[in-house]
């Protein structure tokens, strides 16, 4: 088999570092769906950064630029506080990701003038033998759910957009997005 992999009781898991992506999630034979072993994977310090925005209408930026506290508190604060809870939380809310001891999660959100956004960013690690993608990925994605849910009495049209992982170290492949 081309490639790089660890093989697992007749199962062989392939890196993104493949030349031949494959799903690592699913039964090759089966296509149903199975949890990764990583047991035999070397715990390393692993971290991933993600990020995201929220376009917001006229009317409703102007209405957070002016300040962040609506009916239901500080926006911008709540909003990173649910997305440290999101990324706490994260195997419970995705079926195949594997609990892991988070040692750090940080998440920050600031308004963008020029986007007329509110834009997110996490930084999520710990030390373990799988990545924090998806844990970093959660954290975006529910902090910017929050300021729709905090903000959508000032107006519709809220938009979250670009959401992605811009960094991962600490596995068998290490990558930044510039």
Known sequence: MPGKSTILKDQARF???DKTPKLTHTDANTGKAKMVSVTS???THRTAQAEGSILLPETTFNLLSETTVMKKGDVLTVA???GIQAAKQTSMLIPLCHPLLLSNIQVHLKLNTEK???DCTSLVECRGNTGVEMEA???VNVALLTVYDMCKAAGHGMEITGIKVKA???GKSDYHVM
Do not use: H, R, W
Request: glycine share 6%; no cysteine.
């Open 116 to 118: 007329q956004s509110v």
């Open 15 to 17: 890196y993104s570092t």
């Open 137 to 139: 990925l959660t954290a």
């Open 80 to 82: 990173q506080i649910a």
């Open 168 to 170: 991962k170290t600490g």
């Open 41 to 43: 994977k070397d715990v």
